[in-house]
């Protein structure tokens, strides 16, 4: 069953701490994507990857970290130096970085800071 | 610049039609539509094309004014199951970076 997963659903994190978010996907995608979604916004891209070994700054990337290093993997890494980082996180990937080409959502992990 | 759609927000009895509109102020090349239920990941509706013809997805259709900057998508006797919030992904010609619009919320009513 083809996919994005992502992992946890729901995370809870003390303030100051790092977390990193997990998205996997066998579709054998190039492009993968991480988006940040607040209540009641539209998703805002944190960074993307258009192929192994490679990735670029979204709009809102300051206080977060990403690494490709295999074509099925995208970690997301919040830091501390990430304000208001309570918000819920989407993990997307497409087969290409075309404009021609659909984005696949993961399910999402909501993250809480205390 | 992040896209903006109107309205924000509409409430529709099942049968009547609605229209959500998304505008960039830059030139764009495509355009994605999605929708998301509540706490879901958001689903692939259509996407248009510059130049490209209007697009279906069953009883919703999209269109693209190039002159404007702008797509419209169209939901034609809407059902319960089209509630949730609808999303334009925009890309501008060359930058292989998608952004999405603020968002509108369409809630039907039995």
């Known amino acids: 069953d083809g996919g994005i997963t992502q992992s946890p659903k729901y995370l809870f994190r003390k303030e100051g701490q790092n977390v990193t978010l997990s998205c996997e996907q066998n579709?054998?995608?190039?492009?993968m994507y991480w988006y940040r979604q607040d209540p009641g916004q539209g998703l805002r891209l944190i960074y993307y990857?258009?192929?192994?070994?490679?990735?670029q700054k979204g709009d809102i990337a300051e206080g977060y970290s990403v690494s490709r290093e295999k074509k099925e993997s995208f970690p997301l890494t919040v830091t501390s130096a990430q304000k208001n980082p309570t918000a819920f996180y989407l993990c997307?990937?497409?087969?290409?970085?075309?404009?021609?080409?659909?984005?696949?959502f993961g399910p999402g992990t909501r993250l809480t800071v205390l | 610049q992040q896209p903006v759609q109107s309205p924000q927000a509409v409430i529709l009895r099942e049968g009547e039609d609605a229209v959500i509109n998304c505008s960039s102020s830059?030139?764009?090349?495509?355009v994605h539509w999605y929708r998301q239920k509540h706490g879901e990941a958001p689903v692939f509706l259509m996407i248009?094309?510059?130049?490209?013809e209007q697009m279906r997805h069953e009883k919703i259709s999209a269109s693209f004014n190039e002159k404007k900057q702008q797509s419209s998508l169209y939901l034609t006797a809407s059902q319960l199951s089209y509630s949730g919030t609808y999303f334009c992904?925009?890309?501008?010609?060359?930058?292989?970076?998608?952004?999405f619009g603020t968002g509108t919320r369409l809630k039907v009513l039995a």
């Open positions: 830059k030139a764009l090349y495509s």
């Open positions: 992904g925009t890309e501008t010609s060359g930058t292989y970076k998608y952004i």
């Open positions: 997307a990937a497409s087969v290409g970085g075309s404009p021609l080409d659909t984005q696949y």
């Open positions: 248009l094309l510059k130049g490209g």
């Open positions: 579709l054998n995608h190039d492009a």
């Open positions: 990857s258009q192929i192994v070994n490679d990735f």
